[in-house]
């Protein structure tokens, strides 16, 4: 087990200082303690930063922590009482783990062979269960309902809890990843709403998507409410999160966005088992640290939830601080390792390595030190985590939970390398599995036939199954699920098109010009206009529609506390919470992840907007498809313009700029219904169209 510097270890805080009193050094230390003895860890907390504002206004040079020991941000002394029945929760998380996995073992069969993912619901379960039993909240809840981005290879879980509540048929497990085969029984493999409409509301399977939509999705709750189209102020957006996708680009590259706008409403779930697909995330670092620091430098609240209610004790009888600098040393490599081995081994190279802590579990046994449990397994402390989300405010929060691939699975799937990859169990793996979580089934069933296992649902009156569905209706109905519908909106007359189908006589104009004149004339439409978005990367100038600054202005919830340079003159640079225009900056992938906020309104508010994304034509479909893909996946609805297009608009500016293959890129989408105008006048028509498919009766 190799060894890394402890980063915040009392020798690195003072490097290169010098105790010239270690009596008063100590004094200070006693103190500390005696605080936190007598007024618990919260009081101790608030002295220190009160002495450290002090200290900064004294010109004192304090030191900045972007990260903290491998340990649980929340102290014991400040978890709140579990609300919930860890029995009756316990038993039906039982049944679900069960069915995802049998739900997979069956796709195995003979002529289907299709398989599925079973490790990653098995990791993630708890994390789950914790917002299904208390935090997440359907679209039949007073406050509107949250949105929750399911992380994608964990779908066989999704289905089964979705089975156990009623919504979805056995006839539908069996026809996991086989849409065509299957027909409307046929549910794919990840969640699709355009494969299923009724239940699922975010497509994430494309790595990095799902956290970089989220935030734009809670940017977009924000607008909404400041706009008082709805009042958004309860509901909350959840992204569960692989540690592994947290390295594509997307997945941080708009986190300063988030503690920008404050976004209080969106909490960021990490699952931390330490492992991708081919082994471990960081094998010589620790994941959780960096994306503590990582999290942190952005402006976020950080909650780490590394170890279960077991390590209390441990830690609380760790006197000689050596527990904590075993836990901030040791490498991810060795915690996978660690768990891939037994109670045994666990005890020799982790705790054997300092007499200090490995005196600490003398007294357990193989088999306990084995099952001392992880932080993202302990219904504890994840509820306290969720909690303090809740109600944290002024910035989003990150919960970085320390977990097990393939939980609860066996020997066979945990921590291994392949575990992503395995998709059925051997006999003895099934029985093992069903032992362990006493399901009542019989070794003469499920021999009968390996590949089809029976699922498990208990008699209607089972009273862990009302407890389920108990909590569920009190939390406002299911999660996922997909309205799918529209309330109807009243279309502009076609008067307002009449300017632009005249096209522009004998003066040129570029279609684009023709666009952005049609665009102000809807936007000043009186029970329509209030619902267009304009959505800008940093163009809006380029595309003629600075002349929406005083009027429509910019949206920024922070409003505008700057004078802006251009004051003095009629088309100023205008911020304002009220904004109608969406400008992200330089950041195409961040305008199409709000391009699909907006345009999915209709099902995810009950609120059609209309985002009208205009780009150069190379940063569509050549530069962000997969967001396009998505968007379409999504089931959203609005336009987006390539507004300066073809291999000839801008071949000044060199090949770099010019676009002859994007529209090509775009027809290609079944979704998209794609135009090229060559005159201004054709705008009118095609908007006019697309409103009337998009949002009007017309098929």
């Known amino acids: 087990m190799a060894n890394v510097p402890n980063e915040h270890s009392l020798s690195t805080l003072l490097d290169g200082f010098k105790d010239i009193d270690v009596e008063e050094t100590q004094e200070w230390a006693e103190s500390l303690e005696d605080l936190i003895k007598t007024h618990g860890t919260e009081r101790a ?34 978890q709140p009482e579990y609300p919930g029945d860890e029995e009756l929760e316990r038993q039906y998380r039982a049944w679900i783990r069960w069915n995802a996995a049998i739900m997979v073992q069956r796709a195995q069969k003979k002529g289907i062979g299709v398989g599925g993912h079973i490790s990653t619901f098995a990791g993630v379960a708890d994390l789950y269960e914790m917002g ?83 935030i734009h999705q809670a ?79 952005a402006g976020w609240h950080v909650i780490k939830v590394l170890w279960g209610s ?25 915690y996978q390792t660690f768990r891939g081995e037994d109670g045994g081994y666990i005890r020799e190279h982790f705790f054997g390595k300092y007499p200090e802590t490995k005196e600490l579990v003398a007294d357990l046994t193989d088999e306990q030190i084995f099952n001392l449990r992880l932080g993202g397994h302990d219904d504890k402390k994840l509820y306290a985590a969720y909690k303090e989300a809740m109600e944290t ?13 393939g939980a609860e699975l066996g020997p066979y799937f945990e921590a291994r390398n392949s575990t992503h990859q395995i998709k059925k169990f051997t006999m003895e793996a099934l029985k093992g599995f069903r032992d362990h979580l006493n399901i009542p089934i019989s070794d003469e069933e499920l021999e009968k036939d390996l590949y089809n296992p029976p699922y498990y649902l208990p008699e209607a009156n089972h009273p862990a199954l009302q407890y389920m569905q108990a909590r569920r209706k009190e939390l406002g109905g299911y999660i996922p699920g997909r309205a799918n519908t529209q309330p109807e909106i009243i279309l502009p007359e076609s008067k307002v098109y009449a300017q632009t189908k005249k096209g522009s006589g004998k003066q040129t104009a570029a279609t684009t010009m023709a666009f952005v004149r049609l665009m102000k004339d809807l936007m000043r439409v009186k029970g329509f206009g209030h619902r267009i978005a304009p959505i800008t990367p940093d163009e809006a100038r380029t ?29 100023t640079y205008t911020e304002s919470p009220e904004g109608q225009i969406v400008h992200v900056g330089i950041n195409e992938a961040g305008a199409t992840a709000a391009f699909i906020a907006l345009g999915s309104s209709y099902d995810t508010h009950g609120e059609p907007m209309i985002p009208i994304y205009i ?10 498809g997969d967001a396009f893909w998505a968007a379409a996946d999504q089931l959203a609805r609005g336009f987006i313009i390539g507004a300066t297009a073809g291999r000839t608009t801008l071949s000044g500016e060199g090949l770099q700029h010019m676009d002859g293959h994007s529209p090509i890129l775009a027809s290609t989408n079944p979704a998209v219904k794609h135009y090229d105008p060559a005159y201004g006048y054709e705008i009118g028509h095609i908007v006019k169209r697309g409103l009337e498919q998009m949002y009007g009766n017309l098929d």
């Open 615 to 624: 780009f150069y034509s190379m940063f569509g479909f050549q530069r962000t």
């Open 45 to 78: 907390e608030y002295i220190l930063r009160a002495l450290l504002k002090e200290a900064g206004a004294k010109g004192v040079k304090v030191p900045t922590l972007v990260k903290t020991d491998y340990i649980n941000t929340i102290p014991v002394d400040q």
């Open 132 to 214: 299904q039993n208390h935090f997440f909240r359907g679209r039949n809840h007073p406050g509107g309902g949250d949105q929750v981005f399911f992380q994608g290879h964990s779908s066989p879980g999704v289905y089964s809890r979705a089975f156990v509540e009623g919504v979805l048929s056995e006839e539908q497990m069996d026809g996991f990843r086989q849409e065509k085969t299957k027909g409307a029984d046929g549910i794919p493999s990840y969640p699709h709403p355009r494969c299923m409409p009724e239940f699922w509301q975010f497509p994430t399977v494309s790595m990095g998507l799902g956290p970089l939509n989220a």
């Open 310 to 334: 077991d390590y209390d004790e441990l830690l609380k009888k760790d006197k000689s601080g050596k527990l904590i600098q075993l836990m901030n040393e040791t490498l991810d490599g060795d």
């Open 219 to 297: 940017s977009f709750n924000k607008y909404l409410h400041n706009h008082k189209i709805k009042d958004t102020s309860e509901q909350h957006v959840w992204a569960f999160l692989g540690d592994g996708e947290m390295d594509e680009p997307e997945s941080r590259g708009a986190l300063q966005l988030a503690a920008n706008e404050h976004l209080d409403n969106l909490t960021f779930v990490v699952n931390c088992n330490l492992q991708r697909l081919d082994g471990p995330v960081r094998g010589n670092g620790k994941i959780v640290q960096e994306l503590e620091a990582f999290f942190r430098g």
């Open 543 to 571: 595309f003629g529609m600075d002349s929406f600054f005083p009027s429509a202005k910019l949206y920024n919830p922070n409003g505008q506390n700057y004078v802006p340079v251009d004051h003095q003159l009629m088309l």
């Open 393 to 405: 405010k002024g910035k989003p929060t990150v919960i970085l939970a320390q977990s097990i691939k």
